[in-house]
């Protein structure tokens, strides 16, 4: 590609120049910005001519093709004093996150303490009616891929892990393990599953901030080393109790369309995406709707 600039002049006309007429074309007219449309290669061979538009104060941009097929957002910063061309393929605003991280603190403090005595008669419940603590614990893949304690009311029988491969096959998920009427649910953790009472411990985690209240849900480290690779993008950012797919179809839906509708949650990302999906949650959660 032969170098060119496209000039951005007061009048709002943009014409395209070589980029040998760049110290008349600035001396000439009233230059706003300068746009450069330059082969990634001849980058480096232009550092007089970024240096000259420095200078002399012009604003600049450059025109980015070098990877054309890669979909992550792109912006600039820095390394101490370097400059960095960052791609991006989640959300990074540190501001709103920031506001997210905030907003789930709060509200999850503020469900934590209306739900406490509730939380009380449920463990009460579980323990009078199967053997076995009333916490379940299980390691999950947080953040990055970041290992953590994930907390859950327990719904099934004791030795419902070790029960695990045996029942594999009957499996409704072609990653995930998810048995509709699993025979391993006591009978009260029937209940506590269909209205997500079970999920009410996770707001320690999120507390913790191992988990956030809204994003794609933590996955077991098996589940996570079956993953596709396009799959594994879901763990760039925080899990959460609730998701998009939650609140569109729940159990009903396959593994599939879990991991399509987390990369749509990724991509269209925002703090009022984020209240509409509590909202949504919460008539779900009330009615049971969709839960195996």
Known sequence: MRPTISIALAVKHYDVYPLSQLPDRLREYVIDEIIFAVDSRELANMEDVFLLCDEEGVRTRVLVDFFPHVNSELYLDRLGTAPLLTFSAAPHDELRLLFKRTIDVVL?????LLLLPFMVVTALLIRLTSPGPAIFRQER??????????????S?????????????????????????????LTRIGRFLR?????????????IKGDMSLVGPRPAVPEEVELYQRWQRRRLRMRPGLTCLWAVQGRDALDFETWMKMDMQYIDTWSLVLDWKI?????????????AH
């Open 141 to 154: 893949c947080g953040l990055n891929g970041r290992r953590f304690v994930f907390y859950k009311f327990r």
């Open 108 to 112: 999850a403090g503020a469900a934590l």
């Open 278 to 290: 509590i909202l949504l949650t919460i008539p779900r959660v009330l009615t049971g709707k969709g």
């Open 156 to 184: 099934m029988c004791m030795n419902a892990e070790e029960m695990k491969p045996a029942l594999q096959h009957l499996s409704s998920k072609s990653t995930a393990f998810k048995i509709p009427n699993d025979p391993r």
């Open 194 to 206: 269909k209205f997500s009472i079970d999920e009410w411990p996770q707001l320690w985690n999120v």
